[in-house]
């Protein structure tokens, strides 16, 4: 290890040894820790320490991440550092991106280091034969099971403050002094300083409180203890210390995950956790000892002047669970506990949780697949799962880690991971920024810098016994994308094609309002969005039977192609192929168990299916003064997008009424061509409808048209039917009734025009009117009836934020209802700052040959696609990687005929990246 320079006589030697002692045991080195008085006094410290801020419970803390980059506390020897202002965590260089201060700034370092328990570790703590003795229980941290990370890992930290000001040319930063900070240092700084830091290093931090947010979206809320009001107190004299150094469980001495018993003031520990982790049950055994009496404790530590944050539990048999007590503050000054400055210690149990949760590694123990080779590098790195998020890791996957050349050159960095100017945005900033944590999240993927070594096998590759440097945890994306989304702002799993579709859109806006920070590379003026690369439109060419009269339109630019499978083709194999599920029912212990033959489809009768020709019933024409004609309707692509991406419909509605998977393979070839779909327009011979009848209106239905309930279309499509599909349905019964709708799906949901979009002014559709500001007041006036609690004002806005989307609308809505006025206005000023920078118009789509190599796979495991797992597979220099979460390997047989979503790129385009991004 280098010799740090030391430049001051001031410090206590004693200290410095003692510092420099623990740096050399930890392996962690403190780069150059310099103490330079010459020109920075510790006077001028104390200048800049009025600008300490001391982090609350409520306040945004990013310490365990940087906002720029994935570099963590456990990354480098240099961690990341801290604001002691703003809270802000970032690597030494990202700083003061941004920023338009010339004073230096304090910050904490956080430095952290996990290294293996000795055997003597373990033998000291009991669990000498855990290490050597095979697991012969199904279990982690009990008897006989396996180890869980607190048994094999200590987690060795260390702490700086660090004075960081702007380097000489304004940009770059440079580190005026370090100092080390921990229990024999933190004297010496102004109070402000060390109170500061130490509110940071004790936070929960944003990466738990996002969790944990989303945690407590699936949890029933706390409920007030019924025993708090008139609570026994025992008058017996028991004060307790303010100081946390004094606290210990009064039964086996624990000085960790202490619960203090609101009644007689009795320490002691908390209950183990289901792994072996936890405390030594000291409060609950006092509890039970005392004829469960006082049932009521507070989790010492997590007490705080914002008295809301503290954790309470009662162990009362009828509650048994975290609850609210609204008296805590006066029952803890009886106890000689003022709350008056009080910062929180130590983790709630709802923190811990939380963190057990996303740890614990539920496909480690019978993990199959040891065939399989590890690989690791660039566009090689996986993804930490969240906790339900493998819809989001496999999409992430499929957009940023390579596959499309055109996102991995505008998200990813080609000079390590802080060059690309997406990440230009001050830090305060940077964790909200959908652009930015998208550049964030595809520099590591392409990157391959934040990739451990490869392992020997991924027979069992335990997630939580990884080590934390290697680890990509895309909770930032994650929160950035789906904060203001109903469903996925949640800890649930989501559909990974609806993912998609809403990221796209985020995306877009995003792209159209950065300003200078995303310019076209090619030297255009416009900015081509995400969506572009997957664009494609549609040609419906209707031919009324009355008199071979014909009608072109273009339907409006989609971005996924959604095929059914029609069943009715499907053939049965003459020899049982190999089956995806073989590993599903092993670990089921279901080997003895013959195999279910399982019907084909091949991908060619599913775009058979979708572009053949389809007759539509009682159409009123105006052309033939509204008489009434059935007609003949088919779809042809108009353009054929640079990257084609197809959703296999393989749900259904059992007769349950609840979503079921379609059991069929599915056979894809890996080169397809649909240069025959490709649609001609109005042909020679052609007679079309005269044009001067189009102003008088479209063909429409022989009935007035019902106007279709929103919030019945929603509900029909959580059970897993299609948009088209559920709105065939609610036009059919009068527009409300789901039963009658549910009826109608049953009967017709083999008809071959069931998932075709409605004609315009066709079967139940009528002409919708459009404001002024393009907004289709029919779906605005629809909401306003049906939610009943918005105006029309308020409705329209959301309408024309979520572009039209009447179901997204309704999720923005509910979703900002604390401050909807506010979050409008917000929308408003947004909307006039980017009007500038939106293109007046849209550039064309991009067309070629319609012919498609196959490049990437999303499949799904699971009765329906809100539960289950994902996982990607992608073709990486002409070999198949599957990407399960953190796992990535080679993929011996890709599961082409059970994917849920394929990915296709044009053929002429192989190479060819688009200069634009």
């Not at 944990?212 to 007030?224: F, G, H, I, M, N």
């Not at 393979?665 to 397809?672: G, H, K, L, T």
């Not at 009528?766 to 009943?788: H, I, K, T, W, Y």
Request: net charge negative; aromatic share 6%; with cysteine.
């Amino acid at each position: 290890m280098e010799t740090s320079r030391i430049e001051a006589n001031c410090i206590d030697d004693y200290h410095l040894k003692s510092q420099l002692s623990r740096v050399s045991l930890c392996n962690i080195h403190l780069t150059t820790i310099s103490i330079r008085y010459n020109n920075l006094t510790m006077e001028e410290i104390t200048k800049l320490a009025s600008k300490c801020r001391v982090a609350t419970p409520h306040d945004t803390v990013t310490n365990s991440e940087c906002v720029y980059t994935f570099n963590s506390p456990y990354t480098s020897d240099h961690g990341i550092v801290v604001n002691l202002q703003t809270f802000v965590g970032s690597i030494d260089e990202m700083a003061f991106t941004k920023s338009d201060d010339s004073e230096p700034g304090l910050f904490v370092r956080i430095c952290k280091q996990r290294v293996a328990k000795t055997s003597d570790d373990t033998a000291m703590e009991g669990n000498d034969t855990a290490a050597t003795t095979a697991a012969t229980k199904l279990g982690v941290g009990v008897e006989g099971g396996f180890q869980s990370d607190q048994e094999k890992y200590e987690t060795i930290s260390t702490y700086s403050i660090v004075v960081i000001g702007k380097g000489t040319d304004g940009s770059s930063t440079s580190v005026r002094a370090e100092l080390p900070y921990n229990d024999n240092t933190k004297n010496d700084f102004p109070m402000a300083v060390s109170q500061s830091a130490d509110s940071i290093i004790h936070h929960s931090g944003l990466a738990v409180q996002q969790d944990l947010s989303a945690w407590e979206l699936d949890a029933e809320p706390k409920p007030v203890s019924k025993y708090a009001e008139n609570l026994p107190f025992v008058e017996n004299g028991v004060k307790v210390s303010p100081t946390p150094s004094d606290w210990k469980c009064e039964k086996s001495g624990d000085n960790q995950n202490l619960w203090l018993n609101l009644s007689d003031g009795f320490i002691g520990g908390g209950r183990k956790n289901w792994d072996g982790s936890g405390g030594s049950n000291g409060a609950l055994d006092h509890f039970i000892e005392t004829g469960e009496k006082y049932p009521l404790v507070v989790k010492l530590g997590t007490i705080t002047e914002d008295i809301s944050t503290a954790d309470c539990y009662s162990y009362a048999k009828d509650e048994d669970g975290p609850v609210i007590i609204p008296n805590l503050k006066q029952l803890l000054e009886k106890r000689g506990i003022m709350v008056a400055g009080m910062q929180k210690t130590v983790k709630s149990t709802a923190e811990l949780e939380v963190e057990l949760n996303a740890t614990y590694a539920f496909d480690a123990i019978t993990e199959k697949g040891a065939n399989l080779i590890p690989v690791a590098g660039p566009g090689l790195q996986g993804l930490q799962n969240l906790g339900n998020s493998c819809y989001m890791n496999s999409v992430a996957q499929m957009l940023f880690s390579g596959p499309i050349a055109e996102l991995s050159s505008r998200y990813g960095a080609s000079d390590g991971v802080t060059s690309n100017p997406l990440l230009e945005v001050s830090p305060t900033s940077a964790s909200n920024d959908l652009l930015c944590q998208a550049s964030k999240l595809s520099s590591a993927l392409t990157s391959g810098l934040f990739c451990g070594p490869v392992p020997d096998s991924v027979e069992v590759s335990d997630s939580s016994s990884s080590d934390p440097k290697h680890r990509v945890a895309p909770r930032m994306f994650k929160h950035v994308v789906g904060h203001d989304h109903v469903d996925f702002k949640t800890g649930q799993q989501q559909d990974a094609a609806q993912y998609f579709q809403y990221l796209l859109e985020k995306l877009d806006r995003a792209e159209l309002g950065a300003g200078d920070r995303l310019k076209s590379k090619d030297g255009s003026d416009s900015i081509l969005t995400t969506s572009h690369l997957f664009s494609y439109k549609t040609e419906s060419r209707l031919e009324c039977e009355a008199d071979q009269l014909i009608k072109y339109k273009e339907i409006p630019a989609e971005t996924m192609l959604s095929l059914r499978i029609p069943m009715s083709k499907a053939t049965t194999p003459d020899i049982e192929m190999p089956d995806l599920k073989k590993q599903k029912s092993e670990e089921s212990g279901e080997e003895g168990k013959e195999k279910k033959v399982v019907p084909t489809v091949t991908f060619e009768a599913c775009l058979d299916e979708w572009s053949a020709s389809t007759t539509i019933d009682d159409l009123r024409w105006p052309h033939l003064q509204n008489s009434i004609s059935s007609a003949t309707s088919r779809s042809r692509f108009v353009n054929f997008p640079r990257y084609l991406l197809v959703h296999m419909q393989r749900y259904e509605i059992g007769d349950d009424w609840q979503p079921r998977k379609i059991e069929v393979n599915i056979e894809v070839p890996e080169e397809i061509s649909l240069q025959d779909l490709k649609g001609t327009g109005p042909q020679d011979g052609e007679k079309l409808v005269p044009e001067e009848s189009e102003g008088g209106g479209e063909a429409t239905s022989a009935p007035a048209a019902p106007t279709v309930d929103e919030g019945a279309l929603v509900q029909l499509m959580d059970m897993g039917f299609t948009m088209n599909g559920c709105k065939r349905a609610l036009t059919a019964v009068g527009g409300s009734n789901i039963e009658a709708a549910m009826n109608w799906v049953f009967e017709h949901s083999q008809d071959p025009d069931f998932n075709d979009p409605l004609p315009e002014g066709g079967a139940g559709t009528q002409e919708s009117a459009s404001s002024d500001s393009g907004v289709d007041e029919g779906v605005v006036m629809s909401l306003v009836e049906n939610l009943g609690c918005f105006t029309v004002d308020q409705v329209r806005a959301a309408v024309k934020h979520c572009a039209g989307a009447a179901d997204r609308a309704a999720d923005w809505l509910f979703s900002h209802m604390d401050d909807l006025d506010g979050a409008i206005a917000a929308l408003e000023s947004s909307a006039t700052a980017g009007a500038s920078s939106e293109p007046k118009t849209k550039p064309p789509l991009e067309d070629g040959e319609g012919k498609y190599s196959l490049v990437g796979l999303v499949s799904h495991i699971g009765k329906n696609t809100g539960s289950g797992h994902y996982v990607a597979h992608l073709k990486k220099d002409g070999k198949w990687v599957i990407f399960n979460d953190e796992k990535v390997a080679l993929s011996k047989d890709p599961p082409i005929q059970h994917a849920y979503m394929y990915l296709f790129q044009r053929n002429d385009t192989a190479g060819s990246p688009h200069p634009a991004y």
